[in-house]
């Protein structure tokens, strides 16, 4: 047998064991949608084009479970709790061979087709509104997950920077919200998890802001017991390597120092050479008013220089500046045309760090929302480029 079909065999075992010991879905905040009827129009024909293309190239077993990493506005998740609606959704995961085992709560609301930007951290864990979407969201997951499959939640860093927030407020909101869940996990026997998403110019951002957050979330939690269980981080690779952290000793601290990580997000960023003009002039062409787009910049000295957005970073005195990395997912199989560069060695570091610790986190997402904003010579069809995402995982893993 040639090495490539042996390659070929390699790749759908994968997809057989649903990505190893691990579930692996794409995430559907990539579709517009902010209502549940919007949101069931996106699964019943962007989401089953993106199975059916895996399962026409091979990639998913005919009769393989396909997992969907579901993305519900708080209004989305309130309509679906009413009128039947989550029955009905249940017998359409069972008839369509599909199933949820994570959903991304950080958007609350509008996050296509609008200025999202700062809005995307509000309300924040301050606001009682983001614990009981929260919690709506873990009402739904305990109607539709599978028990075997664990189900996590994720969410943003508690807060914005800009923002001031009242950290106390927000400790005992994520620690009655983790008391919550460890309770819902014991009556549904479903493995509950909602995981905290660190962003650049988040409440906390890097690893060391990370760990710091936790260890005053234990300390101030009633039942510290309930948040190891039921609260961790949802490691975004785009995130982390923006924030110049390499993967595996980020990952590595976080696991040995005993926060869960609840979920991994397989994404890219950007990157440039600042002290170079043609790859100043290409980054302008993904200067676009709807998502945040921070730089982080590291310098001759080896500092960091951070930049809300990316036209801050492009007004800006850029001396001394060696790379900079910005805030806009990319597809994970296609690389920008140089000059520009990406972030794609942290996902592959990423996959280096699941094959060594493979019990470690079970659930990972691919998620590059960015296709209604990419540069038009970078856009494909979105299922294809769903589709390409998932083979370059396999192929990588």
Known sequence: MSTLDNKVRRREARAAVKFDNAHLAYCTNIHPAETWEETGRVLRADVLAVRDELRASGDLGADE???????????????????????????????TNTYVFTINGFPYGDFHGT??????????????????????????????????????????????????????????????????????????????????????????????????????????????DAVHRRVGVNYDACHFAIEFNPAGPSLDVLRNTGVRISKIHLSSALALDPRDPAAVAAIRGFDEPTYFHQVIALDEAGALRRFTDLP??????????????????????????????????????????????????????????????????????????????????????
């Open 312 to 397: 801050d970073f492009l007004t800006a005195a850029r001396s001394g500046l060696l790379e900079a990395r910005v805030h806009f997912h990319i597809p994970l199989d296609a690389e920008p045309a140089q000059p520009l560069l990406s972030t794609i060695d942290h996902v592959e570091e990423v996959l280096a760090w699941k094959r060594a610790n493979p019990d470690v986190c079970r659930h990972y997402e691919i998620e590059t929302y960015t296709w209604g904003v990419l540069p038009a010579e970078m856009r494909r069809p979105v299922a294809a480029q769903i589709a390409g995402e998932y083979r370059w995982v396999l192929a990588t893993s």
């Open 65 to 95: 479970p396909f997992a969907i990493g579901l993305r519900l506005s708080a209004r989305a998740a309130r309509e679906l709790l009413e009128h039947g609606h989550i029955d009905r959704f249940r017998g359409w995961l069972e008839e």
């Open 115 to 224: 200025r999202v930007k700062e809005k995307v951290f509000q309300p924040d864990w301050t606001d009682p509104r983001r614990v009981e979407y929260t919690m709506d969201l873990f009402r739904i997951l305990a109607r539709i997950a599978k028990p075997g499959t664990g189900a996590s939640v994720s969410t943003l860093p508690g807060s914005h920077k800009s923002f001031g927030a009242d950290e106390p407020v927000m400790l005992r909101h994520l620690a009655e919200t983790a008391i919550w869940i460890d309770d819902l996990a014991e009556k549904s026997g479903i493995d509950f998890h909602l995981g905290l998403e660190p962003e650049p110019l988040g409440h906390f951002e890097d690893t060391l802001e990370t760990l710091s957050f936790f260890e005053r979330l234990h300390d101030a939690a009633p039942d510290s």
